[in-house]
């Protein structure tokens, strides 16, 4: 069985589209833990619901981060790790360590609407500000550059007349929530 680590500091719905998809039997592998860096995060309390062993690591100090990032995945070995709107940068020496063995879900088709500061609502206000005909969700391979590694899959929306940043983020969330465990069954079951 390959072990799976998810690292998610908001609600958790695609934390949550990824524990369905184990459930279901989609995704042939156990989720061993979730790793947080707000202890506030809607995640938690849904490992919590389904038994996922869960850290919350929120040190400021980039190096003891780091060490307990390392300590925690070097416990938990996992074959793939998920970042599933992890708000912090994953440091450079796990990045290293886990080669081709992280990945990441973001709500633009990159390359366009990516890098540091496009995360959230802003995302999808450049999107309209753009006057884009459609967008859409990525998910990628994690490299030492913000939203710049491989991408594995996206799925493509029109964008609509009367869309608003809110609307378009709740309908690009819903194809996040097919995407992202469609790849990780494609990785994790080949
Ligand atoms: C998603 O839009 C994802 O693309 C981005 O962060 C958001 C996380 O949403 N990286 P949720 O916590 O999974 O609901």
Redesign the pocket.
């Known amino acids: 069985m390959k072990n799976l680590v998810v690292f998610?500091s908001?609600?958790?719905?695609?934390?949550q589209a990824i524990i369905d998809s184990v459930n279901r039997g989609d995704i042939q592998a156990k989720i061993v833990g979730l790793i947080t860096n707000n202890p506030k995060a809607?995640?938690i309390e849904r490992a919590k619901k389904h038994g996922i062993p869960t850290t919350i690591i929120s040190a400021d100090n980039h190096e003891v981060f780091t060490q307990k990032i390392e300590d925690q995945l070097a416990a938990w070995q996992p074959d793939l790790i998920i970042?599933?709107?992890f708000l912090r940068k994953i440091p450079d020496s796990i990045i290293q360590r886990f080669p081709d063995k992280i990945i990441?879900?973001?709500?633009s088709l990159l390359p366009k609407y990516g890098g540091k500061g496009f995360?959230?609502l802003r995302v999808h206000r450049s999107v309209l500000d753009a006057h884009e005909q459609e967008t859409g969700?990525t998910v990628h391979f994690v490299n030492k550059e913000y939203d710049k590694g491989a991408i594995i899959d996206q799925i493509k929306i029109p964008v609509l007349s009367d869309d608003t940043p809110e609307s378009l983020?709740k309908r690009?969330?819903t194809e996040?929530h097919k995407l992202l465990p469609s790849v990780i069954a494609k990785l994790i079951n080949s």
């Open positions: 998610a908001g609600s958790g719905s695609n934390f809607g995640s970042l599933a709107g990441n879900i973001h709500p995360y959230g969700c983020a690009v969330l996040e």
